[in-house]
């Protein structure tokens, strides 16, 4: 009785893991419009940058931000924002993983880590661009 239960229960675990959100930083693809900070900008940060050591929660407090959620993304930060919405141009975010020249030494990031592909750094400037919605 108890074992066709467990088989039961195992196969369907199976079957809702098909369905899960990208788990490798290349396999996430930005729209070309309508870009979606819950479906693509959270998840491209939870893999490539919102984690201990980069941006993530432990580093609020030396670089008053995180990746970790659209308000510690947006929080105004006073001479450069993360996000001006509307304006990737003078956005940090931007400068960023494009390794602006003299920004931050030129260092582009995710530092150490594969840079973002051509696809997700057009998606963030748009995502930008398109007003920077927590949609």
Not at 34 to 42: D, F, I, M, S
Not at 62 to 76: A, G
Not at 80 to 86: K, R
Request: hydrophobic share 35%; aromatic share 8%.
């Amino acid at each position: 009785m108890i074992l066709p239960l467990l088989l039961l229960l195992a196969a369907g675990l199976n079957l809702a893991c098909e369905d899960e959100p990208a788990t490798e930083v290349s396999q996430i693809v930005f729209p070309e419009t309508n870009v979606k900070y819950g479906a693509h900008v959270q998840p491209l940060f939870d893999r490539a940058c919102a984690f201990t050591g980069c941006h993530g929660p432990d580093t609020y407090l030396e670089h008053e931000y995180s990746l970790e959620s659209y308000q510690s993304l947006t929080s105004p930060r006073g001479l450069h924002d993360i996000v001006i919405p509307g304006d990737p141009e003078n956005s940090m975010l931007i400068w960023s993983v494009e390794g602006i020249q003299g920004y931050e030494g030129n260092r582009r990031m995710p530092l150490n880590l594969p840079t973002l592909n051509d696809n997700q750094i057009r998606g963030l400037r748009r995502w930008i661009a398109e007003g920077a919605r927590n949609n």
